[in-house]
T-cell receptor
C-alpha cells in the first residue's frame, strides 16, 4: 500500500545543532508540504514543493530549509536548532491535478530542542 | 484577521449528544472545504470534503457550507467516545495546486 512516512518519530537535540527530518511518500505525488503544530497555533506551513527542484516558503520558514532532489522525498533541515523550534512536525503530500485532491499526512516527528 | 478562524475549544459533550463544529473564513475565493480529524499523537486524516456550497452527509457526520456567510460547519450525530479528537477545518482555492489553509482545530471530548 502507498504511504507517507517520517523519521525519526522522536528526536531530542541541543540548541545550535543542525537537524534533518525525513519525509518519504510512495504515492508519486508531486506536491509535498511541511507543517509544524503547536498548542494555540494549529498547523503552520513551513515549506512546500510542487515538484523536483521546486521549493517555496510558507508562513513560518525562518530557520528551516528544504530541498527536493526526487519525487519521493522532502527532507526538512533546521540549520541551527533553537528552543522555539520544539514542536511536532508533519509532512504531507498531495497529487497534482486541477480541482480537489486529498492531502495525506505522515505520522509526525516530535522534536525537542534543549 | 486570519483567513480561517476556528474556536479551539476544548469542547466536552456527553455520549449521544449532537456536536456542532464551525469555522469562518474571509477569502471568498475558497471553493473546497475540508474537515480533518486528528487523534492524539497521530497525523490529521481527511474526514469529509465539500465543493462550494451545500450539505454533504456521511453516516453520523454532516458537513455544511454557507458561502454567503463564509461559514462552514461539521455536525456529529449520536457522538461516541471514539469521536474524541481534534477537528481541523481546511480550505483551498479552485486551483487544486495551492496550499490548504487550516483552522487551528477544535479539541472535542465525548464523555461516556
Amino acid at each position: 500500500d502507498a504511504e507517507i512516512t517520517q523519521s525519526p518519530r522522536h528526536k531530542i537535540t541541543e540548541t545550535g545543532r543542525q537537524v534533518t527530518l525525513a519525509c518519504h511518500q510512495t504515492w508519486n505525488h508531486n506536491n509535498m508540504f511541511w507543517y509544524r503544530q503547536d498548542l494555540g497555533h494549529g498547523l503552520r506551513l513551513i515549506h512546500y514543493s510542487y515538484g523536483v527542484h521546486d521549493t517555496n516558503k510558507g508562513e513560518v520558514s525562518d530557520g528551516y530549509s528544504v530541498s527536493r532532489s526526487n519525487t519521493e522525498d522532502l527532507p526538512l533541515t533546521l540549520e541551527s536548532a533553537a528552543s522555539s523550534q520544539t514542536s511536532v512536525y508533519f509532512c504531507a503530500s498531495r497529487k497534482e491535478t486541477s480541482g480537489y485532491n486529498e492531502q495525506f499526512f505522515g505520522p509526525g516527528t516530535r522534536l525537542t530542542v534543549l | 484577521q486570519k483567513e480561517v478562524e476556528q474556536d479551539p475549544g476544548p469542547l466536552s459533550v456527553p455520549e449521544g449528544a449532537i456536536v456542532s463544529l464551525n469555522c469562518t473564513y474571509s477569502n471568498s475565493a475558497f471553493q473546497y472545504f475540508m474537515w480533518y480529524r486528528q487523534y492524539s499523537r497521530k497525523g490529521p486524516e481527511l474526514l469529509m470534503y465539500t465543493y462550494s456550497s451545500g450539505n454533504k452527509e456521511d453516516g453520523r457526520f454532516t458537513a455544511q457550507v454557507d458561502k454567503s456567510s463564509k461559514y462552514i460547519s461539521l455536525f456529529i450525530r449520536d457522538s461516541q467516545p471514539s469521536d474524541s479528537a481534534t477537528y481541523l477545518c481546511a480550505m483551498s482555492r479552485p486551483s487544486g495546486n495551492t496550499p490548504l489553509v487550516f483552522g487551528k482545530g477544535t479539541r472535542l471530548s465525548v464523555i461516556a
